[in-house]
């Protein structure tokens, strides 16, 4: 079994719905569809209020080179346009649409399978920036940039990341069992789009025996290698899963293609099988809905933008009245939210409902200097000293590597004195950031 | 400025080793017994009180680019004053005292009282300073080397108090002196602060 | 749903098991081999003084967090940790209120007054030792011998070393010194214990392996290398091993986490320099047990072992003209004239004073009473100064001489001897010495004096009692007493080869 | 060869010009806020102490003791310590500037301290050869230079920790101070 070199931690994985088959969850009255659902800039609107929406309809083009469209997830009218809470945690401008029942898809969308290898690389391309394909592990970056690498980079790797770390989320793990041959498809189609010679590995994590089964009965013969890897948290990671399949360490300041490997999610490939094989754009997608405060737990499919309140009521309501902690995410890296009326957005790979964390145990102690949070930074980081940093001067937390960190929370895991480190390194950033800014300002 | 003010400012206030932290090395050094301490106190007084009428009555003739070393100098010949006088008249202080006499010379207060008061002011305001410098640096050699004294070697004047309890004989020793100093500075600022506190309260 | 109330914290949301009580207790839990091992070889006084130590390191940290208003942390374990460590560097023996003045000083004074858990620079129950081991040189340095029922002390293996050297300190065997059965304080003696405890700690990585590996292997070798070169003067690593505070500081004491370097490069440095130092200490130094002296050192090394930042250079300064340097001189001629009156004033009592010290010195060594006139100084073949105390009809009545050793623990003793024409001894007077107060410094005492009196070069065995002479050293200051004995033998040679052999001849 | 060694090992560690003999504390509390200053500060000294030992060696052999005026010594001395401290600092702006940089701040703090006169003084009471005597200066140089850099690393890691009021800077380095020369007892006896 494979794992990355340095770094790691083993939370309790508490995967409690790993055995439960994903369900399609009714189309909700109301649904709110921010405009940003990726990274890079806010796609522009294009309809206006109270038209007349399709199911499918580009409603927001992607507004530059980094930037993704956003489509409605259903046919109906729209109700308002306006800022809305966002999972993100600020205020995003959303556009309500009240869907009218009828799911009638616009034309030339949802059409049966056709054979992808018939259609040339541009027009996969243009399909798959179409129907406003983002990377669906977490991050949101869109795909169509990341096929199209500078020239000078060489791509000799693809990797399909199932490795899905964070704890409670099976979303990937159902996928794999459920749509094994779709998501192949979307993996052969990414593959297209490289020099042939290509070496395609998929990372599946031991605690998933099952898809790894499964998976090598499948994608042995089409050649891809499936790689058995050590559950260890944030093997998820790009770096990370570079360096637990092919050893190349991408060092700070480097991305992926700088070593020649490329990394997409499970849920990306078939995002962009169904976007290339049936010009469906992305309008759902499946997440975890778990926590001991939700009365039954479930993987759903549901369609961007319904709130989270829909999908309390769907998944039978709030379980015990000391609930305090609603998760956007995983319990490492997601985010807790404000209030319920917050919409799923392409990014959203699971909700969690935690029962009241003991908030004794989140107070601050001082630091014992253990070294365990140096241990366990996977990108060879001083998170104690970062954070000392942030708190006394703020700019020299770049001089130790202040941007190589993903935020990943191992180091704060593992604190003994549960100090919030991952709190002052993003505090320092957005410090950071200002400050450039405040200079960029002054230099016009 | 009143007489009288000039001269306890020097003994509480503006005690040169407890507010002022001047001069630490002899203080250190020297207050292992009471009788050294004092020797030591009085010694720089000595020194204190003729530095600073010599360079109040010669303060307008130096030129002011070179006054440090003419104080340094003028301040040096008292302490070699003091010192053949303590070496004639009490070898025992002189052997117990030893390398810190000629010391004295750079000695922060003596220094810092010339440049700071006595080049400009007048004769009787400077002498009432050195006087009360003089005696605030003697009280607080003498209470560190009381404690020093009472339990390094539980004895005051060389008269053992303590019977058979054995004393904390790291008190007569080098980390026992940083460590009382230490302590009796701390509690210094606690009383200034509370009574400053106190002060501001009652305004 | 509307009812309940949502907080937004950072993340993440789950976090480990882990938290200060957790480790600090498993600490403790690894140091009970230790404790028992202890109270099985020194009796229900070590029980008694662990529980002394303990209690007070937790009521003083109880009466810092009242005092300061801090919310109350005194049951962390981490006092208790201090406490139970300090105790096992005690010997069974110590009096209570020396065992409560060290953990006050450790806990107060090293560890809350550098501002609490986390922050304090030293090793509070190290420090607490050193401390003890300064302030008691006599109550520390007697180890009471294990199963002993009265309390009978003896010298540690290392104090044996270091006194009498190695062919004492072979007699013990090395298993006897393993499993604990020899003099020591409480967690010193048995290694055994120590180990099984620290098994644990390993296991849930609580300490770095680090720092033990490279500390007891930087001591071996260096130990090793001059055990090698000279076999019959320095003991062997395996010696060293067992014996002293070698194991109970690597593995409790250099592994606190607060006050060691947090990288792995930090940890390594720190551990060799512990273990250099341990060995410079142990072989060379004056106290037998170098453990704790090294990593109180390393221990301030931490903090730059942590970081290596550049050297950010000064600012600029000014220059002064040629004109000052004229008027100084002329300052300079001025006060040399005042000097030059004083001096003529002084230098007359000057001389009289030196006199008066050596004529007090003589008064006290001699036991009958002379005056000033009777002292005559004459001087031997290379120079040396006799003082002879002359009758009223000229006839020799007593000589004095200055003779030194270089023996000293602390170094040089020089020491006043005075003879009677016959060759015996009246007494001495040391001059001066730099022997440690309350240990050494007894040689002044008379009862140390008293032994020499009407002693003659030949009829008394110059030795003390350990090396089969007839002086009876003063305890736990053997080398010192050694060095009075060849002071005082040294100056009846030089006075018998200058009088009586002339007289022979 | 081991008289050297002696009295670089004993002026170094045992007789340190801190912890033992007491001599440069107000620099040695003043200055050690910061471990470049810190530094700077204990090069500084190393350099005048070396160089004004060896002048007022010199100047004790061949014009104090023939001309019988001893008593002038203390005077001589700083004098000799002033000029040599402004010496240097022309000097060392024509050599190396960049050397000059690092120092030059501390030249003037240097006049008024108590080790570089302690120490020439010392080494005319114990009598040392002019080699050993210079040696001498410089390993208490070193050893000032050891002792306030340890001592700054430690006053820099405590200067955000919670320490009580009353006991912040002056007090709490003291009590650094005494543990630190605490620590550095266990080399007493070292030599022989």
């Known amino acids: 079994m494979k794992t990355f070199k340095c770094g790691g931690i083993h939370p309790d994985e508490n995967k409690f719905t790993r055995h439960l088959s994903i369900e399609t969850m009714p189309m909700p009255k109301l649904l709110a569809v921010p405009l940003i659902q990726h990274i890079g800039k806010p796609a522009a609107l294009i309809v206006k209020l109270g038209e007349q929406v399709k199911k ?206 490329m990394v997409n999610n499970v849920a990306t490939a078939y995002a962009v099988y169904e976007a290339v094989c049936k010009n469906k754009p992305l309008i759902e997608r499946v997440l975890t809905v778990s926590g001991m405060a939700i009365k039954n737990k479930k993987n759903i499919k549901a369609p961007i933008g319904t709130m989270f309140s829909d999908i309390v009521d769907y998944c039978g309501g709030i379980a015990s009245r000391t609930m305090n902690l609603l998760i956007s995410g995983g319990p490492m890296m997601g985010k807790a939210q404000y209030s319920f009326d917050v919409p799923v957005i392409k990014t959203t790979s699971g909700i969690l409902f935690i029962d009241e964390i003991k908030l004794a145990e989140k107070k601050e102690r001082p630091c014992l200097r253990c070294g365990r949070c140096e241990e366990a930074c996977s990108v060879n980081l001083k998170p104690w000293l970062l954070s000392n940093l942030a708190q006394k001067d703020v700019e020299r937390t770049l001089e130790y590597g202040l941007n190589q960190c993903m935020e990943c929370g191992s180091c704060a895991f593992v604190c003994p004195s549960k100090r919030d480190l991952v709190h002052w390194i993003k505090y320092a950033k957005v410090m950071n950031a200002n400050i450039k800014a405040i200079g960029a300002t002054e230099r016009q | 400025m009143n007489a009288w003010k000039e001269f306890n400012k020097g003994i509480i206030k503006e005690n040169p080793v407890l507010v002022a932290l001047l001069g630490l090395c002899p203080v250190l050094a020297v207050t292992t017994t009471v009788i050294n301490g004092l020797g030591m106190g009085l010694a720089t007084t000595f020194v204190l009180l003729g530095s600073n009428i010599v360079i109040s009555v010669m303060g307008k003739f130096i030129p002011s680019k070179v006054r440090i070393p003419c104080y340094i100098v003028i301040i040096a010949s008292f302490v070699t004053i003091v010192d053949l006088l303590i070496q004639a008249f009490s070898p025992a202080l002189n052997k117990s005292l030893g390398i810190f006499i000629p010391l004295i010379v750079v000695n922060c207060i003596i220094l810092g009282r010339a440049e700071a008061f006595a080049s400009r002011n007048k004769l009787w305001h400077s002498i009432l300073d050195a006087l009360g410098m003089g005696i605030g640096f003697t009280l607080a050699l003498f209470l560190l080397s009381a404690i020093r004294e009472i339990l390094g070697s539980g004895a005051i004047f060389n008269i053992a108090i303590t019977g058979n309890i054995s004393p904390i004989l790291i008190f007569v020793l080098p980390p026992g002196a940083f460590a009382a100093l230490g302590f009796i500075i701390a509690i210094v600022i606690y009383f200034t602060k509370k009574s400053a506190e106190k002060n501001k309260g009652a305004k | 749903m509307e009812n309940t109330k949502l907080i937004v914290s950072y993340p993440p949301y789950t976090k480990s098991k882990d938290s200060i009580e957790k480790v600090m207790y498993t600490v403790v839990f690894a140091l009970l081999p230790a404790v028992v091992a202890a109270v099985y070889f020194f009796g229900l006084r070590a029980l008694a003084l662990i529980f002394v130590c303990s209690i007070s390191a937790i009521g003083f940290e109880y009466l810092i967090n009242v005092f300061r208003k801090q919310e109350i942390a005194c049951f962390d374990g981490s006092a208790l940790v201090t406490g139970i460590l300090l105790a096992l560097n005690l010997p069974s023996n110590l009096p209570y209120w020396m065992a409560v003045l060290g953990s006050f000083v450790a806990i107060v004074v090293v560890k809350q007054l550098f501002g609490g858990l986390g922050f304090n620079v ?111 003067k320095y003991a062997s690593p395996a010696f060293h091993f067992t014996c002293g505070g070698l194991l109970l500081g690597a593995l409790f004491m250099a592994t606190d986490m607060v006050t060691t370097p947090v990288s792995k490069r930090g940890q390594l440095i720190f551990g060799l320099g512990c273990g250099l130092l341990t060995g410079i200490i142990r072989l060379f130094g004056g106290y037998p047990e170098g453990v704790s002296f090294a990593i109180l050192i390393m221990n301030a090394f931490v903090p730059l072992l942590d970081k290596w930042d550049n050297y950010s250079n000064g600012k600029k300064w000014r220059l002064t003209k040629m004109r000052s340097v004229i008027v100084l001189t002329c300052i300079g001629f001025f006060s040399a004239f005042l000097l030059y009156m004083t001096d003529n004033i002084t230098k007359e009592p000057i001389k009289k004073a030196i006199e008066r010290v050596k004529v007090e010195a003589l008064r006290q060594i001699f036991p009958f009473e002379f005056s000033d006139k009777d002292i005559n100084i004459a001087f031997d073949k290379n120079g040396k100064e006799f003082f002879e105390i002359k009758n009223k009809d000229n006839s020799l009545r007593g000589i004095a001489v200055e003779t030194s050793s270089d023996k000293g623990y602390g170094g040089e003793i020089t020491i006043l001897v005075a003879v009677s024409p016959d060759g015996k001894v009246f007494n001495y007077n040391v001059l001066s010495h730099k022997e440690t107060p309350g240990l050494g410094n007894k040689i002044e005492n008379e009862a140390f004096k008293k032994q020499f009196n009407g002693k003659t070069l030949d009829g008394f065995n110059w030795k003390v009692k350990k090396d089969d002479g007839f002086v009876d050293e003063l305890t736990a200051a053997t080398i010192s007493s050694r060095a009075a004995t060849d002071a005082v033998k040294k100056g009846l040679e030089v006075i018998s080869n200058k009088y009586f052999v002339e007289n022979k001849k | 060869m081991k008289e050297v060694l002696l009295v670089m090992v004993s002026a170094i560690f045992i007789n340190n010009v801190i912890f033992a003999r007491f001599l440069g504390i107000c620099p040695y509390m003043g200055v050690s806020k910061r471990i470049s200053t810190a530094s700077g500060m204990g090069m500084a000294v190393t350099f005048v102490m070396t160089f004004a030992t060896a002048i007022t060696f010199i100047l004790n052999k061949f014009v104090l003791i023939p001309f019988h005026i001893e008593y002038l010594q203390t005077i001589m001395f700083i004098l000799v310590i002033a000029s040599l401290v402004q010496i240097v600092e022309i000097a060392l702006k024509k050599i190396s500037p960049a050397l000059y940089q690092a120092l030059g701040i501390f030249l003037p703090l240097i006049t008024t301290n108590c080790a570089i006169l302690g120490v020439a003084i010392l080494s005319i009471q114990n009598e040392y050869s002019f080699f050993i005597s210079v040696l001498f200066a410089f390993c208490s140089g070193l050893g000032f230079c050891l002792a306030i850099i340890i001592f700054s690393g430690i006053r820099e890691r405590i200067e955000d920790a919670d320490i009580p009021e009353c006991f912040k800077n002056i007090p709490i380095a003291l009590i650094t101070a005494g543990i630190l020369a605490m620590a550095f007892m266990g080399f007493s006896g070292l030599v022989k």
């Open chain 3, 122 to 232: 030293f090793n509070p129950a190290l420090a607490a030792r050193v401390f003890l081991l300064i302030s008691f040189p006599v109550a520390m340095t007697i180890w009471p011998i294990p199963f002993s029922v009265d309390m009978q002390t003896a010298a540690s293996p290392l104090g044996i070393l270091k006194t009498e050297g190695l062919k004492a300190a072979n007699s013990i065997t090395l298993w006897q010194a393993f499993i604990g059965n020899v003099g020591g304080s409480l967690g010193e003696t048995s290694a055994l214990a120590l180990l099984l405890g620290s098994v644990i700690l390993f296991w849930k990585k609580y300490i770095t392996w680090i720092i033990p590996v490279s500390f007891v292997g930087a001591t071996l070798a260096f130990t090793g290398i001059f055990h090698y070169m000279e076999p019959l």
């Open chain 1, 56 to 261: 499918g309809q580009c409603i927001a083009n992607a507004d530059g080179f980094i930037s993704a469209s956003i489509h409605s997830p259903t046919s109906g009218k729209i109700k308002k346009i306006e800022n809305h809470p966002h999972s993100g945690g600020k205020f995003v401008k959303t556009v309500f649409i009240e869907s009218d029942g009828r799911e009638e898809w616009a034309e030339g969308l949802n059409t049966d399978e056709i054979d992808f290898k018939k259609l040339s690389l541009e027009e996969k391309l243009k399909r798959i920036k179409d129907a406003g394909i983002v990377g669906m592990g977490g991050a949101g970056f869109p795909t169509h940039v990341k096929l199209s690498p500078p020239k000078d980079k060489k791509i000799d790797t693809l990797i399909l990341n199932g490795a899905e770390c964070e704890p409670y989320l099976t979303a990937d793990h159902r996928l794999m069992l459920e749509k094994t041959d779709e998501i192949l498809k979307g993996l052969s189609i990414i593959a297209s789009f490289f020099p042939d010679g290509l070496k395609i590995y998929i990372g599946i994590e031991n605690n998933k025996p099952d898809a790894i089964k499964l998976m090598n009965e499948k994608a042995s013969p089409l050649g891809f290698e499936v790689v058995v890897l050590k559950p260890l948290y944030p093997q998820g990671g790009e770096k990370q899963l570079i360096n637990a399949i092919t050893k190349r360490t991408v060092g700070n300041g480097q991305l992926p293609f700088d070593v020649g490997c």
